[in-house]
């Protein structure tokens, strides 16, 4: 394979399985070949959008930060990247140092938002779920790893969460290369995405 690390984008709406499909992808190619960098890590606790609780707007996001931090990466410099507190709203004092490494993994719902990082990915996914299903699974990580009440949930999701996933998420398919439909466990387009990136890895580029 080339030198130059090829950046994949995973993107999709709340609770589509974007994280599963990462971490698969890392699973398939092994932590000595593929780094994660989160798009939530790079909330801007000065945005105006978060501020008011709207995470899911393409304001929410230092998205200067998180593309300088990729383009280092891909420059095969480590970078300390942000961590972002879920409860308290606000950026952690601690950092996470993330190593260069064959593949860069750049996970987020709008991450196929930011032109920028489109340009620097040679592979860019959107896993298609449907919003009931999304809906499930955010009550599900909410209530049991966030501690959230349902009706503060269920407000949010209708309040900021389903018309951002319709005005912003949603259109950026159109910047993917693959669609993964029915989420994360797709197991047949996991075993398509593991083919291709393991002939990547033998020396097949495509354009």
């Known amino acids: 394979m080339e030198n130059t690390p090829v950046v994949i984008i995973v993107a999709g709406g709340t609770g589509s399985g974007k994280t599963t499909l990462a971490r698969e992808i890392i699973r398939m190619l092994g932590d000595d070949k593929c780094c994660r960098i989160c798009h939530d890590f790079y909330y801007d606790p000065e945005s105006p959008y978060v501020q008011n609780g709207n995470f899911d707007h393409p304001g929410s996001f230092d ?3 998180m593309v300088s931090h990729v383009r280092e990466l891909v420059d ?3 970078v300390q990247t942000p961590r972002w507190d879920y409860n308290t709203h606000s950026r952690e004092p601690e950092r996470v140092q ?3 490494k064959t593949f860069i993994i750049a996970e987020g719902i709008l991450a196929l938002a930011v032109p920028e990082l489109v340009s620097l990915a040679k592979i860019k996914i959107y896993v298609d779920t449907p919003g009931d299903t999304r ?3 955010r009550i599900k990580r909410d209530v049991l790893e966030r501690g959230r009440k349902l009706e503060g949930i269920l407000e949010q999701w209708e309040g900021t969460v ?3 996933h319709d005005e912003f998420c949603h259109p950026t398919r159109r910047h993917a290369n693959l669609i993964v439909p029915h989420g ?3 197991e047949i387009a996991r075993l398509f995405i593991q083919a291709g990136l393991e002939q990547m890895l033998n020396g097949f580029h495509p354009s």
């Open 76 to 78: 095969g410099v480590s």
């Open 184 to 186: 994360g466990n797709n």
């Open 63 to 65: 998205n200067i930060l």
């Open 135 to 137: 809906l499930a699974r």
């Open 162 to 164: 389903a018309p951002m």
């Open 98 to 100: 993330v190593d260069p």
